[in-house]
């Protein structure tokens, strides 16, 4: 095939002007814009006032992000006491700190993309990280290595400029503070730039609205072991048809409970259904865990470090309701929670328990399995 570089050049034009639509690149102003600057308020974290503070450090990083963060962390295995991070967010983080929409994801491997897991001896819980389990992970970091307490958060720099007399860095904040620093560290990124496009009319709009990057829960409800949320009913309400069926089963949690109810179904419940038993971790966060615990409960399935279940004890558990149904030959639907369903589809591929935190599941969505013969099969979802 004979390469013709103008014809080429001519087909990248073509799709470039098919992206050229008036207006598409105008956004508003954040900084002057008085009638969006409630866009940019920080939901996550309340705002409290403080004296202004005038000190000498020896490093100043601009920035709590990933770059900050390791910047601190390396400068302190140096030797280094006296480090000062300054940042516009209410905590560590950078755009981890911001973007907390439901679902936020990296896509990049997380035992490539998170930093310093060796030196917390922490495994990632998904191959794919969530978001919150990110910004967890960089807080734990922070933490590490003593980096908190001495930062300024909700803070901006508005100047900085070199003391050639006194050998130091000059840096001014919009919230009247003075430092000094012998080293002076960039680490501002370029995801933490919120933009707003310039859509007609929404200013006259009487309605709650607000950016990704400032998502507001108290709005639309949701929470990691929460009950159903309002944005989980939408999602329920949004979710694949399961068709014909001649029994449901659901766990014997509320947020299973209500997602049968919104999928029309008269769920009989089911304690075999419910959800991994995580003993005294039981709503708390993966940062809060011992790093040792959470790596034996990731690698090792016949322990529970936390006093709960283990994966083996679950998959059993699911592998004697799965048992149950097979003198039926109908059509059944189970709600259940996604380690449910991890298990038993271990159960279906005999697979070793091992594999478990290997699959992921994706909420509100559908699992297809079939008894035939003497052998369950798995179905890719359509």
């Known amino acids: 095939m004979a390469f013709d570089p103008e014809v080429v050049h001519a087909k990248y034009l073509a799709e470039r002007d098919k992206r050229l639509v008036p207006g598409r690149t105008a956004i508003r102003d954040l900084t002057r814009d008085e009638h969006i600057a409630g866009y940019r308020a920080d939901p996550f974290?309340?705002?409290t006032e403080r004296e202004a503070i005038t000190d000498d450090s020896d490093v100043v990083i601009v920035g709590g992000g990933i770059a900050g963060i390791l910047a601190g962390a390396h400068l302190r295995n140096a030797g280094i006491e006296r480090i000062r991070i300054v940042d516009a967010a209410g905590g560590i983080g950078g755009t981890w700190y911001w973007n907390r929409y439901p679902g936020v994801m990296c896509d990049v491997e997380s035992y490539q993309y998170l930093p310093m897991l060796e030196e917390l001896d922490y495994v990632p819980t998904r191959r794919y990280a969530y978001g919150e389990e990110?910004?967890?992970?960089?807080?734990?970091?922070?933490?590490?290595?003593?980096?908190?307490?001495?930062?300024?958060?909700?803070?901006?720099?508005?100047?900085?400029?070199?003391?050639?007399?006194?050998?130091?860095?000059?840096?001014?904040?919009?919230?009247?503070?003075?430092l000094s620093c012998r080293y002076y560290v960039l680490a501002v990124g370029i995801l933490n730039l919120m933009k707003l496009p310039a859509i007609p009319g929404m200013d006259d709009f009487g309605g709650r609205a607000f950016h990704t990057a400032r998502w507001d829960y108290g709005f639309t409800g949701g929470g990691p072991g929460e009950p159903l949320s309002a944005l989980g009913h939408r999602q329920a309400d949004a979710s694949i048809d399961l068709g014909v069926n001649e029994r449901a089963y659901c766990g014997p949690e509320k947020r299973t409970r209500q997602t049968a109810e919104l999928l029309g179904l008269r769920a009989t419940v089911d304690d075999r259904l419910a959800d991994l038993d995580c003993g005294r971790w039981h709503g708390d966060v993966v940062g809060g865990v011992q790093p040792d615990d959470l790596a034996i409960w990731l690698t090792d399935?016949?322990?529970?470090?936390?006093?709960?279940?283990?994966?083996?004890?679950?998959?059993?558990?699911v592998a004697g309701w799965m048992d149950s149904l097979t003198a039926r030959r109908a059509r059944l639907v189970a709600v259940t929670h996604p380690a449910v369903v991890r298990a038993a589809i271990l159960v279906v591929l005999n697979a070793p328990p091992k594999s478990f935190w290997r699959i992921d599941i994706a909420p509100v969505s559908r699992t297809v399995m079939h008894f035939r013969g003497h052998a369950w099969t798995l179905r890719s979802n359509r």
Not at 141 to 167: E, I, K, N, S
């Open 45 to 47: 974290t309340p705002y």
């Open 301 to 317: 399935p016949t322990r529970a470090p936390h006093g709960g279940e283990t994966v083996v004890e679950l998959i059993d558990r």
């Open 134 to 178: 990110i910004r967890q992970h960089l807080q734990a970091v922070a933490d590490r290595f003593d980096l908190v307490p001495d930062a300024l958060f909700h803070t901006g720099v508005t100047q900085t400029c070199w003391d050639d007399g006194a050998g130091r860095w000059k840096v001014h904040t919009d919230r009247g503070d003075e």
